[in-house]
């Protein structure tokens, strides 16, 4: 189970309640964690794999040239051509994680029945991992402001895990997943095999789950990409920009005959890096978005605090 899966299930529940939301985010983080700017004027061949909004301002005002790696010669052709691009540029990239106590990660979640929340994961390489998730300040809110208290950094059971499909790795087993593009093509999908969506689908989502949220090395975003790219169904859509205003490529996989959504990626071919993740119902309605604002090492994480309700609440009570 990773990201795509989880949320297409969340966002496919018409009108839901807010103890379903809550039971819902319960269900996806479980899974994430125990089970997954500069604007192209400005983005350089190697540079850590960091894009803070604050480093979007003025840098539409840069000029084109001074890109280190021109990518096309004119405009993409495919999907393919795209997501081979930032496999490259992905693979010239500093490896940020490596020695790292924490893997930081900082994005935004919308739901159509909520407004846009923050969330804010420290993955840990051997401590526990600690998540702070907005969607409780965002079920309260309505249609005012998130309530900065309803906001919690709380503890999440164990170091990092990853899911994907037909598994859960650990930070070290991510590190030891193979760079070569068809090797690590064959081991997701024979972890895949079997998957009630198809292994096609289920290497998508793989891929999927790989690409956020994880502290994978530059090599192995490199042959992520290349697996991606070796798909079949991926389509270019072209240029597109994200929820935080940042110019990217956009390609799509639809994924409707499997009862699952169309997937979109917007990502910087550039760098490599996915800026942002959507899915869209059959009738064109997004049913989930999640937008990579940041992502960094960190030596340390935030103390856990008590969760809002349910268990281990102080008073506790039920939500």
Known sequence: MNLDTLAQKAGD????????????????????????ARVTAVRRSRRPRRWG??????AAATAVAVLAVPLFGASPASAEEVLLAAAEAAGQQVDEAAG????HVVSEVYYPDTQPFPREIWQGRFEESVLSNGLNAALAAGDGA??????????????????IAGGVLSWE??????????????????????????????????????????????ALRR???????NMPDVELVGAM?????????????????AGRDRAVYILDPTDGTL???????????????????DQQPSMTAPVPQPPICGPGSVPEHSC
């Open 100 to 103: 790292a106590a924490y893997w």
């Open 53 to 58: 909004i604050a480093a979007l301002a003025g």
């Open 13 to 36: 529940v018409a009108g839901p309640t807010p103890d379903a939301l809550v039971a819902g985010r319960q269900q996806m983080d479980a899974a994430i964690t125990a089970a997954s």
């Open 146 to 163: 998130l309530d900065p208290a309803l906001i919690r950094a709380e503890g999440i059971d164990g170091p990092a895990a990853f899911g």
């Open 173 to 218: 087993d991510l590190e030891a997943l193979p760079t070569d593009a068809a090797e690590l093509e064959a081991h997701l999908r024979k972890m895949a095999s079997g998957q009630e969506s198809g292994e096609e689908n289920a290497l998508w989502e793989s891929v999927t789950a790989l690409l956020v949220e994880s502290p994978a090395s530059p």
């Open 275 to 293: 800026l942002e993740i959507q899915n869209i119902d059959a009738d064109g309605k997004v049913v989930y978005r999640l937008t990579q604002l």
């Open 241 to 257: 920009t994200d929820s935080a205003g940042r110019q990217g490529t956009a390609v799509e996989r639809n994924q409707l005959d």
């Open 223 to 229: 042959a992520l990409w290349q697996v991606a790219a």
